[in-house]
Nanobody
C-alpha cells in the first residue's frame, strides 16, 4: 500500500477549471494503477478516471469524457486530474486511489490505498 494525499479542490463557477493533485509515498509508484473517484451527498462512490503505471492507458467515466484528463508524473510520484468545463453536478468529494497492478479497473473494492479526499464545489 501507499499513502496518498490530495490537494487542489475548491469552489469554482460553472464552466471553470480546477486541477487536483495526488501525492503518493514509496519508491514503486510507476507500478501502481491510480484512479480518481468522487462521492456526492447521498450517493455512492463513483469512478471518474484511471491511469495505468506507464501513463499510456487511461479510462474515464462517460460523464467526464472530453472534460477531464488524468495524467501522472512518475518521477515526482504525482497523479493529476485536470477538470475543465465544470458543471454543478461535478460537485463532490474527490479521492485518489491506488493499487499495485497492471489492470485498470473501475470498482472501488479493487483499490487498497485511498487518500482523505478533497472537496470540489461548482456553483451555477
Amino acid at each position: 500500500q501507499v499513502q496518498l494525499v490530495e490537494s487542489g479542490g475548491g469552489l469554482v463557477q460553472a464552466g471553470g477549471s480546477l486541477r487536483l493533485s495526488c501525492a503518493a509515498s514509496g519508491r514503486t509508484f510507476s507500478t501502481y494503477i491510480m484512479a480518481w473517484f468522487r462521492q456526492s451527498p447521498g450517493k455512492v462512490w463513483e469512478f471518474v478516471a484511471g491511469i495505468q503505471g506507464s501513463g499510456a492507458n487511461t479510462r474515464y467515466a462517460d460523464s467526464v469524457k472530453g472534460r477531464f484528463t488524468v495524467y501522472r508524473d512518475n518521477a515526482k510520484n504525482l497523479v493529476y486530474l485536470q477538470m475543465n468545463a465544470l458543471k454543478p453536478e461535478d460537485t463532490a468529494v474527490y479521492c485518489c486511489a491506488a493499487r499495485r497492478s497492471s489492470i485498470l479497473r473501475t470498482d472501488t473494492n479493487f483499490y487498497d490505498s485511498w487518500g482523505q479526499g478533497t472537496q470540489v464545489t461548482v456553483s451555477s
